[in-house]
Structure formats: structure tokens, C-alpha cells
């Protein structure tokens, strides 16, 4: 049973499922390991947070890393900008 979204969760739940999606399709896959393999800084910090713990609010994911909510909040708008490219 899949819970709802709690406040704050969207914008990573999509983000989520977006890594999900690429790294299972073979045409996206490599694209997808490449861009990973280059973060840096608090983008590398909460994508690996978001890949192994899986979605939460900001204010949870800044806890668990270390982060600020400022960081993740940069992290979040960076990595969605980077995807739309490489979807694009």
C-alpha cells in the first residue's frame, strides 16, 4: 500500500521516479550514470540520500544529510533542470 504525499514531497517524489524511469530504460541508462557520476557538492549529497532512502520533505532530507534546507532546495532546483536536458 502506497502512502499519500506528505507537504513538500512532490517536487522529490518526481524527481524520484523520474531517476527510476531512466535508469531502467536501456536508451536513458547510461546518459542517466554519466550525469551522476559527475555531481558535486550538496547535489551529490541529496541525490544519493534521495536514491537510497527515497522520497521525503526538505526539512527531513537537510536532517538527514547535513544540508541546509537551502542546499536541498538548490540541489532539487538543479537536478530538475539538469533531467529536463538530458530528456530533452
Known amino acids: 500500500m502506497t ?23 536501456p536508451e536513458t541508462r547510461l546518459d542517466l550514470m554519466r ?8 547535489a551529490e549529497v541529496y541525490v544519493k ?3 537510497m532512502s ?3 520533505s526538505v526539512r527531513s532530507a537537510a536532517k538527514a544529510t547535513g544540508l541546509t534546507t537551502a542546499d536541498i532546495e ?3 532546483a538543479k537536478l530538475e533542470a539538469d533531467f529536463a ?4
Open 54 to 56: 527515497g522520497p521525503s
Open 3 to 25: 502512502r499519500e504525499a506528505k507537504p513538500g514531497e512532490l517536487r522529490e517524489i518526481k524527481l524520484f521516479e523520474l531517476i527510476e524511469k531512466m535508469s531502467k530504460r
Open 74 to 76: 538548490a540541489a532539487l
Open 35 to 42: 550525469y551522476l557520476e559527475k555531481l558535486k557538492g550538496p
Open 49 to 51: 540520500h534521495l536514491v
Open 85 to 88: 536536458k538530458l530528456r530533452a
